[in-house]
Each structure stands twice: as C-alpha cells, then as structure tokens.
C-alpha cells in the first residue's frame, strides 16, 4: 500500500540553529516505510522541502524540513515503524525477531535489528535501594566479573570487569543511597560493602542459602550412605518388574567386536604399541578397552541397570580397600608369613614377580584392580623385562639419527697432512 503525502506548514526550525525560516529553496521526495495496515506493508510517498537559513552565523545554508513524529533525519522508516523494530529486537534479539517481522509485513534482517539495539540508549537507572551483587565467569577457572542487579525491578544495573572488594567499594562510593545488600557467603563482596556503604544491611539471597543447604544435606547423605537401606517388601505386593534389555545397536556391536579383538591381542603376548599397529586403531583406543573388562553399556545382559554409571563415594574407597586386603588375604597365609603386610606392599611384590615371570602388563593391571593400564605403566612399567633393552638401546638409536661422514680416500688423507704440515 503506497501513501502520497506532504507537508502543509510554511515555515521549518533550522536543526543546527533554530532559527524559523519561510523562505523556500527546494523540494523532493522521501520514501518511507510505515507500519503494516490490515496485513499489508505501507510505503508513505512524502514530498519534502528544503528551506534557507537566515541566520548568518550558521553554518548552514539550508535544511531540510522534518515532519514531527513522522519523519527523522536520513530515517528510511517513521518514527512509529523505528519504535516497534526496536522492541522486537530487544525481546526475541537478531534471528527470532527477523522471523517475526516478516509476519507482522515490516521485514527486515537480523542485523537490522543487531544494529537497533546497539542504537538504544541507555536506560536511566536510579541507584537502587535494595542491591543484588554476584559474579559471573568471563573465563571460566580464569577471569570473573561482578554483576550488580536492582533486586526490586529484577533488572541488571550494572556489571564490573573484575571480581574485587576495591572495584565494588568504588561503585558503591559513586553510587549513594543503598540501604539493602543481598550478597553470597563471599569475603571480597562483605569486605566492598562494609567498607563503601557501611549503613547498609547486609543478607544472603535464596538461591545461595538453598544451593548452601542442598551441599549440605548431599555431603551428609554421603557420610551416612551405608546407614540407608531398601525398604522391606510389602505383603502380597507384585514383585519388581525386571529391567529391559536395551537393544544392541550398531556402535555397540562395533565397541563389543573392537574391545573382544583388543583383549585378544594382548593375550597373544602383544604390547599396546604392537597391538594398536595390528589393528590398526589409535593407541589411545587400545588403552582404553584395556583398561576395562568389559566396556560401558555392553555388559553382560544388556540392561539399563547394567548400564548405570557408577558414583565415588567415601563409601566406595573403603569398600575398596577392604576388597584389596581380601584379595591377598590367601596368598599371605599360604606362604606362611608372621604378619599381614600392607596391600600396597603385596601389590609390588605381585607386579614384579608377575612382569618378571613374563605377564602381560595389561593382565597385571586387571589383577591390581587399576581403572585405567596408564596408572599400572607409571607405576610398574620400567619392571617389564623389554624396558631396560629398550633403555639400552635409546643410545644407540639417537645416535644412528646423526648424519653419516663418509671416509675419505687415500689421496684426501695425504693432502689434508700435507696442509697440516706445512701450517
């Protein structure tokens, strides 16, 4: 829908000046989009004036008229149009809002919109009575910023570069009149704030004592894991239904056949660096399925209990000790010895024999119960008998890397001690 309009007043305020003029110079035609009226795009069609300035000291000459709440200076689109572009684009952003602008007839791109927001200027915030302070992660580990929030409206008020008690003390000293401080359990913010607003109540918000309580009750559950048992079956209630099988698919066929080859090959006697040669897979993937049984996902049975992942617990590592002294437990009293040694004594005892003797390192590290066969090689790798060969002959090899000198001929010789002599 195409509009022909123009303007009707005789006299135009010089924007650089203000001076009113009436004198004429020019005309010419503005095209300006408008908003959409019952579904279809409007395209206003405006015949501006150019007008003389007639103050001498502007440095103007002449200016073109602007129509008020209509047109803006090198504006494509009405003041109206401008205003509802700009709220789509600070609720739904660049690709959202582009979307919905093509609906609503007014289409534009999503850098249009990018460009709207980056135009928007800044809100007036009044300094808040009741101040929300916390940090956020610039880099995560690495840098962190502080980001104040007016707990009242809910909306961001500002955010510091750093995460210090000088930076926020200096904002709070720029910033008078804030009677409430909701904060975490923190040091640097307690410290800013005490110091730039010494008036102000200071309290933890509801997120913080929630997630403080919630890291409580989890460590305390943890402690006391061993105290918690099933509850008894009820009388005459249906026994618990069995977990379903989980069907196979084709990467899990894939993991099975890779893992079953791995083991395989290292049972013929093969090295990790051997074994990943021969099947011609990444060393780190050798290491992996060896360092297991049986992989994630494809233990016996299939089910989704099985395939569970398993959580570390305080309760665990005893569990896990106590399997250990188990373990040897036999073996010390087969050979006869006075006093129970430490596991960690019988575990060298047993990796030593056992690589001397000629056992894989990778059974070695199954019988140890070691979760992954890079601990088992830090531990006990130079007790394999090829290490010290390998050791050996490190020497030999760098040195066979340097660039042979052949030798020189007879003639070469007797030249070389001609010029030596006769230096």
């Known amino acids: 829908m195409q509009v022909a309009a123009r303007a009707c007043t005789g006299e135009a305020v010089c924007t650089r000046c203000g001076t009113v003029s009436r004198r004429v110079h020019s005309s010419y035609r503005r095209r300006l989009a408008d908003t959409a009226a019952g579904g279809r795009e409007v395209l206003i069609d405006l015949q501006a004036r150019r007008f003389f300035c007639d103050d001498p000291a502007c440095s103007r000459t002449t200016f073109a008229e602007q129509v008020p709440g209509l047109t803006t200076r090198y504006g494509r689109r009405t003041s109206s149009l401008q205003a509802v572009l700009q709220a789509v684009a600070l609720a739904l952003g ?90 975490d359990r ?49 009388p005459g209630s249906a026994p618990a239904a069995r977990a379903t099988p989980v069907p196979e698919g084709g990467l899990a066929a894939r993991t099975r056949a890779r893992h079953a080859e791995v083991h395989a090959a290292l049972a013929r006697g093969l090295t990790l660096t ?100 890079t601990t088992t090689v830090d531990l006990y790798g130079h007790l394999v008998p090829e290490a010290s060969k390998r050791a050996r002959d490190a020497p030999g090899r760098s040195l066979r890397r340097v660039v042979h000198v052949p030798p020189m001929c007879p003639r070469q010789r007797q030249g070389s001690l001609r010029r030596r002599s006769d230096g």
Not at 204 to 226: G, T
């Open 274 to 373: 051997q074994a990943s040669r021969a099947l011609r897979l990444d060393p780190k993937t050798v290491g992996r399925a060896c360092s297991a049984r049986t992989r994630p996902g494809c233990a016996s049975g299939g089910t989704r209990e099985s395939a569970a992942p398993r959580r570390s617990t305080p309760g665990c590592a005893i569990a896990a000790t106590k399997a250990a002294c188990a373990r040897w437990k036999p073996a010390i009293v087969a050979a006869g010895s006075p006093r129970t040694p430490r596991s960690t004594i019988c575990g060298i005892t047993f990796a030593s024999t056992a690589l001397a003797k000629g056992v894989p390192i990778s059974e070695v590290s199954r019988w140890l119960g070691h979760r992954s066969i």
């Open 94 to 183: 660049g690709r959202a809002g582009a979307r919905l602008t093509a609906r609503l007839s007014c289409a534009v791109s999503r850098s249009t919109l990018i460009r709207l927001i980056r135009a928007a200027a800044d809100p007036d915030h009044r300094t808040p009575l009741v101040l929300g302070v916390d940090d956020f992660a610039l880099r995560k580990g690495h840098v962190y910023g502080t980001i104040l929030v007016d707990i009242e409206t809910r909306r961001p008020v500002d955010m510091l570069p750093e995460r210090s008690a000088e930076s926020f003390r200096t904002w709070l000293d720029t910033h008078p009149g804030v009677e409430i401080i909701c904060r």
């Open 186 to 234: 923190g040091g640097c913010y307690a410290e800013g704030a005490a110091q730039g607003a010494p008036l102000a109540a200071q309290v933890a918000d509801r997120w913080h004592l929630r997630h403080n309580l919630a890291q409580a009750v989890k460590r305390a559950v943890a402690r006391h894991r061993s105290c918690l048992q099933d509850p008894p079956a009820e």
